[in-house]
């Protein structure tokens, strides 16, 4: 057998994409090729929710990138474009649009691309132990067959892609596919048809099944081999809770004590304003606190509680402000409450907001208001102790003085 190769599909989880890669690299993969297809779009969900591409961009040696970023090899929107009377109520699930079908016909695409075989292995796990045995040129494929899908009212079993070896010389010689539109999820209008209901892997299963006995594969037990975060890819879930999945199974893929993993999403392109306070025992002050800063165009409070008990509770004095102030129950956390509540806040919401403040509460900061004015100013800045309605500055040459 030549170079092993792994392929990963790709599509918005560029974090659990490199800590994979990198788990691979660990546990004996060090020289494996590794293909990296990379489906990444924007997509606006049935509810207006708009999800952003999140390209992979990491650079690693021995990775290839596949870019389908802008449907240079696979079009989605024409293939899809192809099956006017699919089911959107099977096709269209959380944030997965199409999702299924889009991953199947990617991996029938990598059979063209790979002629070879190769293993692939899913966005969203870290390895535990080398991967050695499964390239068995002897089977059709080498992987976990799921005989029970959860939520599937039809129970297809499936070959599991999370970690599952191709051998795609074998199946193509037998006439088998990968990709078949009436054994594929949601492509067909009848919530009825079984074949609606086939997830991927499920038609190379079946394929195997008919072939008997020239084809022949291996079931193996990926849960040895795999840690799975689990939906990463259709979830689209809170980047943190990749990052803490991540960063909890640190043991398996960083190779030194200063390795990691950076956030590659970019942050939104926003104006918005929103401060921080964490308080305790400060009620006679925080409503005028607050009208303060909402008033200078302050979008959004987040007001950590640390109170204790017995305290007087900020949300008795903070009512009738709606979504403008959010109240965050710090009871329980005593040694460094502020450094922890000012962390927790940046992680949560750095991405939404152009600025975030970390203030006291009894304190009433001008620079609030130079940085709100900057931010709906371009081209002007607010000289040192500026106060709202005061020149500002523009910037030129001759503010840098004689040279």
Same mark, same amino acid.
């Given at each position: 057998?030549?170079?092993?190769? %792994?392929?990963? %599909?790709? #599509? ?9 890669? +990198?788990?691979?690299? +660990?546990?004996?993969?060090?020289? &494996? ?22 390209? #992979? ?13 802008r449907g240079q090899v696979i079009d989605f929107d024409k293939f899809l474009a192809e099956y006017p009377d699919r089911n959107p109520s ?22 063209? *691309?790979?002629?070879?075989? #190769?293993?692939? /292995? !899913? ?10 045995? #499964?390239?068995? !040129? ?28 191709? $051998?795609?010389?074998?199946?193509? @010689? !037998?006439?088998?596919? &990968? ?11 009848? @919530?009825?048809? @079984?074949? $609606? ?6 038609? *190379? ?8 006995? @020239? ?7 990926? =849960? *040895? ?12 879930? $809170?980047?943190?809770?990749? /990052? ?5 199974? =640190? ?49 959004? %409070? ?23 102030? !959010?109240? %965050? ?72 003085? +004689?040279?």
């Amino acid at each position: 057998m030549k170079q092993k190769t %792994i392929a990963i %599909i790709h #599509f918005n989880t560029p974090e659990l994409t490199e800590a994979g890669i +990198k788990s691979l690299r +660990k546990h004996g993969g060090e020289d &494996y090729r590794v293909i990296v297809f990379d489906n990444s779009a924007t997509l606006t969900l049935p509810d207006g929710k708009v999800i952003q591409a999140r390209p #992979f961009t990491a650079k690693l040696d021995g990775v290839e990138v596949i870019d389908n970023t802008r449907g240079q090899v696979i079009d989605f929107d024409k293939f899809l474009a192809e099956y006017p009377d699919r089911n959107p109520s099977v096709g269209i699930y959380q944030s997965s649009v199409w999702g299924s079908a889009k991953h199947i016909v990617t991996v029938q695409k990598l059979w063209e *691309l790979l002629p070879e075989g #190769f293993v692939l /292995m !899913e966005s969203d796990i870290l390895l535990k132990k080398p991967i050695d045995e #499964f390239f068995r !040129e002897e089977y059709s494929f080498v992987g976990f067959v799921q005989k029970h899908q959860k939520g599937n009212p039809f129970d297809v079993p499936r070959i599991m892609p999370m970690l599952c070896w191709m $051998n795609v010389p074998m199946l193509t @010689r !037998e006439g088998a596919r &990968y990709f078949d539109p009436d054994r594929c999820w949601g492509l067909k209008a009848d @919530r009825n048809d @079984r074949g $609606n209901w086939m997830d991927t892997g499920a038609c *190379l299963l079946d394929e195997v099944l008919k072939k008997r006995p @020239r084809l022949k594969g291996l079931h193996v037990d990926i =849960r *040895l081999f795999v840690e799975h975060y689990g939906g990463g890819s259709w979830k689209q879930d $809170n980047l943190n809770a990749q /990052m803490a999945w991540i960063n909890s199974h =640190r043991h398996l893929w960083a190779v030194s004590y200063t390795d990691k993993i950076e956030v590659q999403q970019p942050r939104v392109q926003s104006k918005d304003v929103a401060v921080c306070i964490i308080v305790r025992c400060e009620n006679p002050y925080l409503r005028e606190w607050c009208d303060h800063y909402l008033s200078l165009g302050v979008k959004k %409070i987040f007001l950590y509680d640390n109170s204790r008990e017995g305290d007087e509770r900020p949300a008795e004095v903070l009512t009738g402000y709606g979504d403008a102030v !959010e109240i %965050i129950d710090y009871t329980t956390v005593g040694l460094g409450a502020q450094v922890k509540a000012y962390t927790d806040c940046y992680m949560r919401h750095w991405r939404e907001y152009g600025w975030i403040g970390f203030l006291d509460a009894d304190e009433l900061v001008r620079k609030v208001e130079a940085a709100i004015f900057v931010a709906n100013h371009p081209g002007e800045v607010c000289p040192a102790k500026w106060k709202q309605g005061a020149e500002t500055l523009k910037p030129s040459i001759d503010l840098v003085g +004689k040279i």
